[in-house]
């Protein structure tokens, strides 16, 4: 396959994505931020967010108060923002639009319908109520989108990309979510396990479609150590880390060539030790500190697929 078609079909498929996770961590705060508490947890709360994802900076630059409504039009429909929502769904479909003779025909039509009413969506004052539909509809078109890739691309390279993309960008998302609300959440001056970290750990869970699955696996109260592990070291939990570096490791044997052995290698290093870890070892190192090294290592198998098999940024 050629290194331009495979850059577009996976920035296509992890733009996609990081649009659905951004709308499932915004949501999440959004719904945070409406629990009885001050107004100092409520804006530490959302800066905590912007500084997981890196753009604490780039907000000060535009905005003078940390509020949901200021935070949610920077990440969700700022069009000068490169990682909104807004700015993820359009490069997904210009990425899409790149590489139309791969796709099918029904993918191509509904990156763009969701691009076309995207564009719509970014027009209107959004209420509370309206933000939180928007955030419903992220999460649906993005459904949308795999399912229709799942139910009519050729399994062949372009296939394996689409779905490395995918798995790699859930991976930091789900690692970031979970680091947000251990590290950066905890009530201050509050019992931990009290009514509000209950709230809290559950609209976690919430925010990666894992509330009734948690209910399911443990069938009892909700503690930080099970949600960690089920978020971590679970292959049957969707969205958890050892299942996205299950799926990442499978693609990447699949599309191997000449220089990818170290990528490969590595890749399976991280899978087996989220396969055969135990969730003592992860608590003793800290989570907070495995999940920075977890990040670290997800942005560096980013870097070397990118110079394996991809367009390189001097091409």
Known sequence: ?????????????????????????????????????????????????????????????????????NVIAFMAFDRDNP??????LRAARENARAVR?????????????????????????????EVGNFFE?????????????????????AWHFTWLGTYLERADSTARILDVKYHLLLPRGEQAGGAADYYQWSALLHSVSAFEIYRRVYRDLITPRRVAELLVLRDDMPRSLRRCMSQVHMHLQS?????????????????????????????????????????????????????????????
């Open 101 to 129: 003779g791969t796709l099918t025909s029904e993918i191509w039509e509904t990156l763009n319908a969701t691009w076309l009413e995207m564009r719509v969506a970014s027009l209107r004052s959004s209420t509370e109520a």
């Open 255 to 315: 599309v191997r060539n000449a220089q990818s052995s170290e990528t490969e290698r590595r890749a399976g290093e991280l899978q087996a030790s989220l396969h055969f870890g135990r969730i003592e070892s992860v608590f003793e190192i800290g989570l907070h500190e495995y999940l920075v090294r977890f990040l670290g290592q997800v942005r560096d198998l980013g870097d070397r697929v990118s110079r394996d098999f991809l367009v390189s940024a001097t091409d």
């Open 1 to 69: 396959m050629l290194s331009r078609t495979a850059d577009h079909l996976y920035w296509m498929a992890r733009y996609t994505e990081r649009a659905e996770n951004l709308a499932r961590m915004l949501d999440v705060n959004s719904r945070m931020s409406l629990l009885p508490q001050g107004a100092e947890v409520v804006e530490q709360g959302w800066i905590a967010t912007l500084t997981i994802i890196g753009l604490m900076d780039a907000f000060r630059q535009r905005y003078d108060a940390v509020t949901s409504s």
């Open 83 to 88: 990682l909104s929502i807004y700015s993820c």
């Open 137 to 157: 509809w992220v999460k649906y078109r993005s459904h949308v989108a795999r399912g229709v890739i799942q139910g009519t691309m050729l399994r062949d390279e």
